[in-house]
């Protein structure tokens, strides 16, 4: 199941918060970036974050993207500013983007 631009514009308001938020559709999913570094996605309107030590301590429910797929967490949080704070805590932990 795709997932819908509406939840897609729900997700980007809670990311109002967070600098430089780019998104890529992806096979009817969308992937989402911070300052060039992928943080997470939205799968079958669920939001979801790369599994870090920060985003674990922060939330408590893991879920599998789609088949095949390493453990995400789910981000059940409506607060922006926490939303927020949980991306800018995950940005150090994650690599940076390769150059092409």
Same mark, same amino acid.
């Given at each position: ?5 509406e ?18 559709? &992806? &096979? ?30 922060? $939330?408590?429910? #893991? #879920? ?7 453990? &995400?967490?789910?981000?059940?949080? #409506? ?6 704070? $949980?991306?800018?805590? &995950?940005?150090? #932990?994650?690599?940076e983007?390769?150059?092409?």
């Amino acid at each position: 199941m795709a997932s819908s631009a509406e939840y897609l514009a729900y997700v980007l308001d809670l990311l109002a918060g967070v600098p430089d938020v780019t998104t890529r559709k &992806m &096979m009817g999913e969308y992937l989402l970036y911070a300052s060039g570094k992928l943080f997470g996605g939205v799968y079958d309107d669920r939001f979801l974050v790369k599994a870090t030590p920060a985003s674990q301590a922060a $939330l408590s429910t #893991e #879920e599998v993207p789609y088949d095949g797929a390493s453990t &995400m967490m789910l981000v059940d949080v #409506e607060d922006r500013d926490a939303v927020a704070d $949980l991306v800018a805590s &995950m940005l150090p #932990e994650l690599p940076e983007p390769r150059r092409r």
